[in-house]
């Protein structure tokens, strides 16, 4: 027999499956993996460092879909605006996979990159080294929280008949379907504003 004309096994299926595993109900397990690509365990270690080598396939399948083009702008506030929103519109199409990436290391060189680009550009900008990464980690907040926020119900209060909150009630009909973007404008533009108090505050 000739030999196959592409691989049973590479890093793409492995990443693929596990993200669509994840999806579907929140985690995985590398057997689980291996069990849906219908190959053995021992096979999927011989492409992957174990679960945290997985995880960092997600990552980086998840991450693909940001637009490393937003963060070309000569404007440092300008960049990380719109690197944030293609950031949020990435992690919004994967939700469940947003818990175990933000309480796993971030080592897929892909991503780094992309964090060497953000931390490049601050300091560029006149940020203090040690402004620079609470900057990032309070951005991905913003971005990951937002992310969760579009997965939720639209109507997030639920006042029952036995309960009094009218004045909740009328905010909650008044900010319409647009509530999460609304916030998540609103958290970005009140972020960005502090960090450019912040640098005008390092400024000699």
């Known amino acids: 027999m000739g030999r196959p004309r592409k691989a049973l096994l590479d890093r793409e299926r492995i990443g693929a499956t596990a993200l669509q595993l994840v999806d579907e109900k929140g985690d995985f397990s590398v ?3 291996a069990r849906r690509l219908g190959v053995q365990t021992a096979s999927v270690y011989h492409h992957v460092d174990g679960r945290a ?23 440092w506030d300008r960049a990380l605006a719109a690197w944030a929103r293609s950031y949020r519109a990435a992690f919004a199409a994967h939700p469940r996979t ?5 309480t796993s290391p971030v080592r897929a060189p892909k991503v780094l ?5 953000v931390a490049g550009m601050l300091l560029d900008a006149g940020f203090d080294p040690s402004a ?27 006042v029952s008949d036995g309960t009094r909150a009218p004045r909740l009630s009328a905010a909650q009909d008044a900010a319409g379907p647009a509530r999460a973007d609304q916030a998540f404008e609103l958290t970005l533009t009140g972020f960005l504003a ?5 640098l005008e505050r390092q400024a000699p």
């Open 132 to 158: 620079v990464l609470p900057v990032i980690t309070g951005l991905d907040n913003i971005v990951l929280g937002s992310a969760l926020d579009m997965s939720a119900p639209r109507i997030m209060w639920e």
């Open 194 to 198: 502090h960090c450019r108090e912040l």
């Open 31 to 33: 057997p689980e993996v």
């Open 53 to 75: 080598g997985v995880i960092e396939l997600l990552r980086e399948r998840v991450t693909d879909a940001i637009d490393p083009g937003t963060l070309h702008d000569a404007s």
């Open 113 to 117: 990159a992309q964090y060497e680009r």
């Open 98 to 102: 947003i818990p175990m990436l933000m």
